[in-house]
C-alpha cells in the first residue's frame, strides 16, 4: 500500500522524492521547502474551534527562556519586530520574496515545523502548546544564527526578504495557536 500511494505521490508536481520506510511511514522531499511560506500566508485565517475554551498551557512569568510561555510569546512579537526593522533597513518584502532561497540549515528547521500546520489543524487533538514551542525554538534559532535583517554595512538582500516573509509566517501561526489556546497574542513584551 504504501508503494503504491509512493508512486501516486511521486508524479506530483513539486515533490522531489519519495522514500518508503520499512514501518510504511513516507519520508517525501518537496522542490522548493520554502514554498511552506507561501502557503501559509495564502490560507484564509484559522478561526479558533472553541475561541478561548482552553486555559493557557503555561504562564506568562517569569519571563526566562526556561519558560515555554515567554519563548513563544517572545517569538511572536519578535517576528513582528523583525518586520518593522526590515521595512526601516530596506528589505523589500512581500509576494515578491523567493522561497528558493530558505535552504539554510535554520531556514530549513523553521520550515519543517511549518510544514505541520495542515495537520496540526486537521487532528482532533492537534497538541497546539508542544507545536507552539517548537516553532517558536526553531525560529529563536534561525534569527540568532541566520539573520534575517542585514548586519552593520550589510546591503538587504533577496535572503533577507525571504527569511522576513517566513517570520511573517511564523508570527501568524504563532498567533493562530495563542488564540486556539485561549491566549491573546501580545502586542510588545
Known amino acids: 500500500m504504501a508503494e503504491r500511494l509512493a508512486a501516486r505521490l511521486r508524479t506530483v508536481p513539486g515533490i522531489r522524492r519519495v522514500d518508503v520506510r520499512p514501518n510504511g511511514f513516507l519520508v517525501i522531499g518537496v522542490a522548493t521547502p520554502g514554498e511552506i511560506v507561501e502557503d501559509v500566508l495564502a490560507a484564509p485565517v484559522a478561526v479558533p474551534s472553541q475561541p478561548g475554551a482552553s486555559a493557557a498551557p503555561w504562564p506568562d512569568f517569569p519571563r526566562t527562556w526556561d519558560n515555554p510561555g515567554f519563548a513563544v510569546r517572545y517569538a511572536y512579537v519578535r517576528a513582528g519586530a523583525v518586520r518593522r526593522w526590515a521595512r526601516d533597513l530596506g528589505v523589500r518584502t512581500g509576494a515578491a520574496a523567493r522561497p528558493e532561497l530558505l535552504d539554510g540549515p535554520f531556514d530549513r528547521a523553521v520550515l519543517r515545523v511549518l510544514a505541520e500546520l495542515p495537520s496540526r489543524r486537521e487532528s482532533r487533538d492537534p497538541g497546539w502548546a508542544a507545536y507552539l514551542e517548537r516553532l517558536a525554538e526553531a525560529y529563536h534559532t534561525a534569527v ?35 488564540v486556539e489556546l485561549g491566549v491573546a497574542p501580545p502586542g510588545k513584551i
Open 144 to 178: 540568532e544564527r541566520a539573520a534575517p535583517i542585514p548586519r552593520g554595512d550589510e546591503p538587504p538582500s533577496e535572503l533577507h526578504a525571504a527569511r522576513v516573509r517566513m517570520g511573517e509566517a511564523v508570527r501568524r501561526v504563532l498567533g493562530e495557536g495563542l
